[in-house]
């Protein structure tokens, strides 16, 4: 099925780093929502937006909904270890959630 | 806020056995529930969509014989994977959305199930 254009794949932060990721895709959105994943666990909502050009803050998160509808970003500020985890963009117009393919944050060894 | 709960978390079952997975909106009413299949390393893909009181919608390549799904009432949501084989071995989440959420949906905790 369709799915988002989420980047990146991966990466890895030191504490205190900040880290930024986004989705972008050829279809418009109604919302853009923010999830993130733990091992063996179910996504666990962080931010949903509403707007295009809606910026939303959760404390150290924040996500914009980009003007175009067709694309959001996320940024964790001052990154902490528990920050470690899958991150799902999800996109949704009428009915069910279109997912990116997840960015995998982990501790920089 | 919304919680969904899914159970079991864990499932082992023998090769040719049907397991029944169920996801319960705790405190709101549910119209519509998703469940999803994650293989490791991989995003969400969904399987079908229920609504309460009717068939529930699949999605392409998604055997409806194969995997059953109820959705009796406004609280529960059930799958049920019938005669399972190893290749069924995977990550069951469901997600339930209420009729006045037009926003993020709520994801039940995930059910591993391996079929030896």
């Known amino acids: 099925g369709q799915q988002l254009n989420q980047s990146p794949q991966s990466m890895f932060i030191q504490e205190g780093e900040d880290v930024s990721m986004n989705c972008t895709s050829s279809?418009?959105?109604?919302?853009w929502l923010w999830y993130k994943q733990d091992p063996g666990e179910g996504p666990v909502l962080l931010i949903a937006?509403?707007?295009?050009?809606e910026l939303t803050s959760n404390g150290r998160l924040t996500a914009q909904f980009g003007i175009t509808r067709k694309d959001s970003f996320l940024n964790i500020s001052a990154s902490i270890p528990s920050d470690v985890g899958i991150y799902f963009c999800?996109?949704?117009?009428?009915?069910?959630?279109?997912f990116g393919k997840g960015t995998k944050l982990s501790v920089k060894p | 806020g919304a919680v969904v709960s899914q159970h079991p978390s864990r499932v082992i079952c023998k090769s040719g056995t049907s397991v029944k997975i169920e996801c319960r909106s705790l405190?709101?009413?549910?119209?519509?529930m998703f469940w999803y299949r994650q293989f490791p390393k991989q995003s969400l893909m969904l399987m079908a969509t229920?609504?309460?009181?009717?068939?529930?919608?699949?999605e392409q390549g998604v055997e409806k014989d194969k995997f059953l799904i109820n959705h009796a009432s406004l609280t529960l949501s059930t799958l049920t994977v019938t005669s399972a084989h190893p290749e069924d071995s995977s990550f069951y989440i469901c997600?339930?959305?209420?009729?006045?959420?037009?926003?993020?949906?709520?994801f039940g905790s995930g059910t591993r199930l391996t079929v030896v």
């Open positions: 937006l509403y707007k295009a050009g």
């Open positions: 229920s609504n309460e009181g009717s068939k529930a919608t699949y």
């Open positions: 999800a996109g949704r117009r009428v009915g069910n959630l279109i």
């Open positions: 279809s418009i959105f109604n919302t």
């Open positions: 997600s339930a959305s209420s009729a006045g959420e037009f926003g993020g949906y709520t």
């Open positions: 405190d709101f009413q549910a119209t519509t």
